[in-house]
């Protein structure tokens, strides 16, 4: 999945449960996301943009900021060229800021610097940021990921540290079933009522179970689409919908557009690598279990 303005990288096994890859773009003018179902921590030396279809745009200064769960496709730009360094945090992996609940980032994006007080590492990280060249030089990254790994240890493994263990059961069934499962089939296997399920996903994850079944769904779509281009239909039926005016219904209220104008609005790079991050996630590349 290497491009040459976009790179990943796999965190070290202590912090695989928490984090699906490293990555990082270069950001000149907008680039254009997909909704996941996760969040994304974001590390950029000058200000960042988020715009949505659906949302003003909202400017976050330099520094750490935290994209909460999406529902729509949304843009992140900057004014002058730079390097974002990101951290792609699993659904149940949200370290619920003091303050800042989890459903208060949904479909937004905060700025952290009020969060996260002024580090070191994270000082020394921005400035590295800032000095990257155009073209990014072999260990570049793994420098600055090596300036960010205690800070994030710190993070997730402080003294009130807990796994939450059966958050992660259950986000992972809707990820081994690609979304394609019913809300009731998960109450029935965790033996809990559709109230406290979502009541759990709502307050830990910011979006319902639900609301994450349907961006999932929508991301095995679009995974089948860059393996079945042109017959949408395929695509639909093997990603668990209905038939195709179903998959339209849903594509349009969570993305304001049918499916086939927005993969033609698609570039063929925003393709391959939106199908590659998918793969990635639903074969397990990202350890998710």
């Not at 800032?130 to 073209?135: H, K, L, S």
Request: aromatic content about 14%.
């Amino acid at each position: 999945m290497e491009q040459s303005d976009y790179k990943e990288r796999l965190p070290p096994g202590w912090l695989s449960p928490f984090v699906e890859p490293f990555w990082v773009r270069r950001v000149s003018g907008s680039v254009s996301f997909f909704p996941q179902g996760v969040f994304e921590l974001l590390f950029h030396s000058k200000p960042l943009t988020y715009s949505s279809a659906f949302h003003k745009p909202k400017t976050v200064p330099a520094g750490v900021s935290l994209v909460g769960q999406q529902l729509s496709a949304y843009e992140i730009s900057s004014v002058q060229p730079q390097w974002v360094l990101g951290v792609r945090l699993k659904p149940f992996a949200y370290f619920q800021p003091q303050q800042l609940a989890a459903s208060e980032v949904k479909n937004t994006i905060e700025s952290m610097q009020y969060v996260f007080v002024a580090s070191r590492e994270l000082e020394s990280l921005l400035l590295i940021l800032n000095a990257w060249p155009e073209q990014l030089l072999e260990g570049q990254f793994q420098s600055a990921l090596n300036k960010l790994m205690p800070w994030l240890k710190r993070l997730f493994y402080n003294h009130d540290f807990v796994f939450p263990e059966l958050l992660r059961a259950k986000t992972n069934t809707i990820l081994d079933a690609r979304g394609n499962i019913q809300v009731a089939d998960i109450c029935q296997q965790f033996e809990i009522s559709k109230v406290t399920l979502r009541n759990h996903f709502v307050s830990k994850i910011g979006m319902s179970p639900k609301e994450l079944c349907k961006v999932w769904r929508m991301n095995s779509f679009l995974l089948n689409a860059s393996h079945y281009p042109g017959d949408l239909t395929s695509s639909a039926l093997i990603s668990g919908y209905f038939d195709q005016a179903h998959l339209n219904r849903e594509f349009k209220t969570v993305i304001g557009q049918t499916p086939k104008a927005y993969l033609t609005a698609q570039s063929g790079y925003d393709k391959h690598q939106s199908s590659q991050v998918v793969y990635s996630r639903f074969i397990g590349h990202y350890d998710p279990f």
